[in-house]
C-alpha cells in the first residue's frame, strides 16, 4: 500500500503529523509512507526513518519570482514528482487552498481515496474549500488536540482506532556530534521568540528562570532581529545565559534534540524538545494549552493558558518536579 501525507507547514503542526507514520505502519507494517511538505521542513520530517520520500514544496520561495522561468520549471518539476507514483491513500490533513489542489493533482490507484478534514478546530485556519479535493472528509470535535487531527483523519479511512500514546519516531540525543556551539554538559534552551506579542513572556522572567538556574548554561535561541535583542537583553541580566548565532533549522532541531531542559512558549521548537521527550516546559500566555499541550509523557509539563500566563515561582516548581523525573 502506497500512502501520501500532505502537511506542508508549519514547523509545529509538520511535527505533531508526525505520529501518523507509525499509527500506519503498525497496523500495516508493509505499507509505503511519503510526504509533501515545505523544503524548509524536510530536516525534521526526514530524521524520521520510516518515511520512504519526502517530496519539498517551495511555495514560500516560489511565491517571490512566480514570473521566472527557472521558478516555473521548478513547480514543474514539483508536480511531475508529485505523480510519479500512484497511492492508495492521499491525505490532506492541513486543510486549506494549497493543500488541496497539492492532493488534486496526486495520482491515485484503481479504489484509491483521498481523505481529509470536513472541519477546521476552533481558531484553526482552516479552508472549506479544500473538501472539493476529497473523496472522504472526515468531522472532528472543534477540540481536537493538534497531535490526534492527523492520527484520527488516518484511523477513519484505515479502520484502526487511535488508542496508544504518540510516537514521533524521532531518534534520541545524539551526543557524539555537538556543534561548536553546544556545550558538553547538560544545558538549558530558552525558547522565548514568537511571532506574536502576546504569545511572549517577559523578558524579567526569563532572566529569573535564568538566575536560578545557575549554573547550568542556559542557551538563547533567535530567529530574527528583534528576537536577538530580547535574547540580549535576558543574556545581559543572566551571567549563565548565552546568545547562540542565528542557527539554521537542522542546527535548531539539534539544539532541541539534545537540551538537558527545555523552556519556551507555544512554538514549534518548544513542541519539538517535547516530542523528542526532553524535560520540557511549556509556556501557554495567549494561546489555548488544549491545543498543543505535551501530554505523552511526564517530562513534559505544561503551565499557563490562554490570557492566564504562568509566574516564574510555577516555572522553578516544575523544574524541581523534572529533576526527579529518570
Not at 530567529?223 to 535548531?252: F, H, T, Y
Not at 516546559?281 to 493558558?305: A, F, M, Q, V
Not at 510555577?314 to 529533576?323: D, N, Q
Request: glycine share 8%; proline share 7%; aromatic share 8%.
Amino acid at each position: 500500500m502506497n500512502i501520501l501525507l500532505v502537511r506542508v507547514s508549519s514547523l509545529g503542526d509538520v511535527l505533531h503529523n508526525l505520529p501518523m507514520v507509525a499509527d500506519i505502519l503498525r497496523r500495516h507494517p508493509d505499507a509505503n509512507v511519503d510526504w509533501v511538505v515545505e523544503e524548509g521542513y524536510v530536516s525534521l520530517v526526514r530524521l524520521n526513518p520510516r518515511v520512504r520520500k519526502i517530496i519539498p514544496f517551495a511555495l514560500r520561495r516560489w511565491r517571490k519570482s512566480l514570473g521566472d522561468q527557472a521558478t516555473r520549471a521548478e513547480i514543474r518539476a514539483f508536480f511531475a514528482q508529485l505523480r510519479e507514483q500512484r497511492y492508495d491513500y492521499v491525505f490532506d490533513t492541513q486543510g486549506l487552498l494549497k493543500t488541496g489542489i497539492i492532493m488534486g493533482a496526486a495520482r491515485i490507484g484503481r479504489g484509491g481515496q483521498k481523505v481529509g478534514l470536513a472541519n477546521g478546530s476552533e481558531g484553526s485556519g482552516y479552508e472549506g474549500v479544500s473538501r472539493l479535493f476529497h473523496t472522504r472528509s472526515v468531522p472532528l470535535d472543534q477540540r481536537t488536540h493538534a497531535v490526534a487531527r492527523g492520527r484520527l483523519v488516518a484511523g477513519a479511512a484505515l479502520g484502526y482506532p487511535v488508542d496508544t500514546a504518540p510516537d514521533f519516531g524521532l531518534p534520541g540525543p545524539d551526543t557524539a556530534n555537538r556543534p561548536h556551539w553546544m556545550p558538553a554538559q547538560d544545558y538549558a534552551v530558552f525558547f522565548h521568540g514568537t511571532a506574536r506579542e502576546a504569545k511572549k513572556w517577559p523578558t524579567a522572567h526569563w532572566i529569573a528562570t535564568a538566575n536560578a538556574l545557575a549554573p547550568m548554561p542556559v542557551l538563547l535561541a533567535w530567529g530574527s532581529p528583534n528576537e536577538q535583542r530580547e535574547a540580549e537583553a535576558i543574556a545581559a541580566g543572566a551571567p549563565n545565559a548565552v546568545v547562540l548565532p542565528k542557527l539554521s533549522m537542522d542546527e535548531a532541531i539539534a539544539l532541541a534534540r539534545n537540551a538537558g531542559l527545555a523552556i519556551g512558549v507555544d512554538t514549534g521548537l518548544t513542541h519539538i524538545a517535547a516530542a523528542f521527550v526532553r524535560p520540557t516546559i511549556e509556556l501557554y500566555c495567549d494561546s489555548p494549552k488544549w491545543k498543543t499541550e505535551g501530554n505523552w509523557s511526564p517530562r513534559i509539563i505544561n503551565l499557563g493558558d490562554k490570557n492566564d500566563p504562568p509566574q516564574v515561582a510555577e516555572v522553578l516548581a516544575a523544574v524541581a518536579r523534572l529533576k526527579g523525573q529518570p
